[in-house]
């Protein structure tokens, strides 16, 4: 069995869909053992997104990401971070297959109403950015 972090971003938050986007991984076949309900702040944000500390788009994103609650899921199953990227579709929502997370949500590329892991090296690390090994169920 494969982990990967689904994080469900603030703009979905902001509009209540964190019920639907939940449905859909489940749906998909992938089993959430674990999930919380936070509030990042700034610094929090960056930490979690240092990779991209050189881009130019670092800053917003982060102050997008510390803007309102998010949800960060824990999600198990055979495959799973291609399962849960396939599931959310393209970064740009315009480029994203139809019944994917960001074509049905998404409001632009930034506020695309969620992130997962890229790798397992990714989720490995991600992971427990936001999960103790005692908060994982599975």
């Not at 610094?43 to 998010?70: D, K, N």
Request: glycine share 6%; charged share 20%; hydrophobic share 45%.
């Amino acid at each position: 069995m494969e982990r990967t972090l689904a994080l469900i971003k603030p703009d979905a938050v902001e509009r209540g869909l964190q019920g639907e986007i939940m449905a859909m991984i489940q749906t998909a076949g992938l089993r959430i053992i674990a999930m919380k309900m936070l509030h990042l702040s700034k610094a929090q944000a960056e930490a979690f997104y240092a990779v991209h500390q050189a881009r130019p788009f670092f800053a917003s994103l982060t102050t997008y990401m510390s803007s309102g609650p998010i949800v960060a899921l824990c999600l198990e199953g055979e495959n799973a971070i291609q399962r849960y990227r396939d599931l959310m579709g393209a970064t740009n929502k315009d480029q994203a297959a139809e019944g994917t997370i960001r074509k049905k949500y998404a409001l632009d590329i930034e506020r695309n109403s969620c992130h997962g892991s890229d790798s397992p090296e990714t989720a490995a690390v991600e992971i427990p950015f936001f999960f103790s090994a005692l908060e994982l169920v599975g």
